[in-house]
């Protein structure tokens, strides 16, 4: 069977309409045939899941329940940014600092369409975890700055989950809306998600957040208030058809996962943190000018694949991935985590951050802590990981540890560099090895070579010019076929 026709019958590892709807051709180079996986197959993996969550119905019920517990905007606001911090004692953080905080949370405001900053302050504190935010002077400080300046039309508060006591009490003495950090990172969530996929899981990541606002609502109201059943229902329905389409989503990735082990494709997941030019790195490793990075917080909510050669000429896929960033709660990540585990499952992993960032130290050990976790939960702890320090074109030469990999993805400094360390980790881990076969020039053992396996050189023997010898990379199960077809063909 050709491996066209091979490509028409793996409808039963994957649906039909992925496989009809995205093209494999074949690609004539000096005689040699070898699978080409189209770009519109890689790019548009995501978009062949259609399950009807491509249409997320919103009914008035959630609607309202939505406008009161996350308070989208779509007009905009110009805000006032408060980054709190714990001054001193075992809860304060030591590796960052208040100002890097403040300037993550003005970068997420920026980050949505229509919001502007308007002013931003660090206020220091003894402890989170208390039910008035601020102490009184503080209170009165923040409290005559913005009834005062009518170019505050919000304030976001940087800390993870406010209580709707909290935000109730605080709107009413401030007078404009009140935000906390899970509901800006969830409108931009909102903004950025175009694909079904991205729109499923941010819908799921809402209702952790709807779901334990309303219970602080009640017990705030120490019993007063009860959630009535209409809206538990509203809520529990769709949670339960989102959870459904998730489980649905989760087999659609394991038959694109199957689908690319079947072809033995090898692949190489690119993580890092939010902006830390995952994107511009695949473009630079792959060469594909289709690929538009953009310099903003969560620009990529889609996990995609890309196709890439390797110096020893193998096809491989590099798999782009949402961005991690620090101080949110599991919660909104969690949905996330069906379409992560196509990076996680990946052969090898590369872990990009930017050495230019004021903060990449926290960023890097906040990206570690968080793969170790995945990695752990995946029963995956083994996976080679190749640290990669980005944007090097924007410091001092020498800033970087020697032992990590320096590259600028806008320059193409340090590429080819990394291409070799990718391709020395990848070949090790999927067994992969650079075999040299003295074959008949024309044969049909050099055909089923070039067929089957990634034939890096073939130039003729010197001693015999009949014959070629051919270098291979082929895995163990590859040889193994070969060994089969040779004794088959005596």
Request: hydrophobic share 40%.
């Amino acid at each position: 069977m050709s491996i066209l026709q091979k490509l028409w019958h793996i409808n039963k590892y994957v649906p039909a309409k992925f496989v009809k709807s995205n093209l494999f051709s074949l690609k004539n180079n000096n005689t040699l045939k070898s699978c080409v996986i189209t770009k519109r197959l890689i790019h548009n993996e995501q978009d062949d899941y259609d399950e009807n969550p491509n249409k997320i119905d919103i009914d008035a019920g959630y609607t309202e329940i939505l406008t009161q517990f996350i308070n989208p905007s779509i007009s905009g606001h110009k805000t006032l940014v408060i980054q709190p911090y714990i001054k001193w004692g075992k809860n304060k953080k030591t590796i960052t600092s208040p100002d890097l905080q403040l300037n993550e949370a003005v970068a997420l405001v920026k980050t949505l369409p229509k919001w502007t900053v308007t002013d931003s302050m660090c206020i220091s504190m003894m402890t989170l975890k208390k039910d008035y935010i601020f102490g009184k002077g503080n209170l009165d400080m923040l409290t005559k700055k913005i009834r005062s300046n009518s170019k505050i039309t919000a304030v976001f508060i940087s800390m993870n989950l406010l209580r709707p006591i909290q935000i109730k009490d605080l709107q009413e003495l401030f007078g404009v809306p009140v935000y906390d950090r899970y509901s800006i990172v969830i409108q931009i969530f909102r903004v950025h998600a175009k694909t079904t996929e991205a729109k499923l899981q941010v819908a799921l990541a809402e209702l952790p957040y709807i779901w334990t606002k309303l219970n602080w609502t009640a017990e705030d109201s120490g019993g007063r208030i009860n959630l009535s059943e209409s809206r538990r229902m509203i809520l529990h329905s769709r949670e339960s058809k989102l959870k459904n389409s998730l489980k649905k989503l989760k087999e659609h990735r394991k038959l694109i996962r199957q689908h690319r082990k079947n072809l033995d494709i090898p692949s190489v997941a690119v993580v890092g943190y939010t902006n830390a030019g995952k994107t511009c790195l695949i473009k630079a490793l792959t060469g594909d000018a289709s690929l538009t990075p953009e310099n903003k917080l969560f620009a990529t909510l889609d996990t995609t694949a890309h196709e890439g050669i390797l110096p020893c000429k193998l096809k491989i896929l590099y798999v782009d991935t949402i961005g991690f960033i620090q101080d949110i709660p599991e919660g909104l990540i969690e949905p996330f985590v069906a379409t992560f585990e196509d990076a996680i499952l990946s052969d090898v992993i590369v872990h990009v951050y930017d050495a230019s960032h004021p903060d990449k130290h926290a960023q890097v050990i906040h990206v570690k802590e968080t793969l170790t976790k995945i990695m752990s939960e995946l029963l995956d702890e083994e996976k080679p990981v190749i640290e990669v320090a980005n944007k090097c074109d924007l410091i001092p030469a020498g800033t970087v540890s020697e032992d990590i990999l320096t590259v600028s993805s806008t320059q193409s400094h340090g590429i080819d560099l990394l291409r070799n360390e990718i391709q020395k980790k990848l070949l090790s881990v999927t067994g992969r090895q650079s075999v040299t076969i003295r074959v008949k020039s024309g044969s049909s053992i050099a055909s089923w070579l070039y067929k089957e396996t990634t034939v890096v050189n073939a130039e003729p023997d010197e001693k015999d010019l009949q014959y070629i010898l051919m270098s291979v990379i082929a895995t163990e199960h590859q040889m193994h076929k070969f060994r089969k077809f040779l004794k088959n063909n005596k």
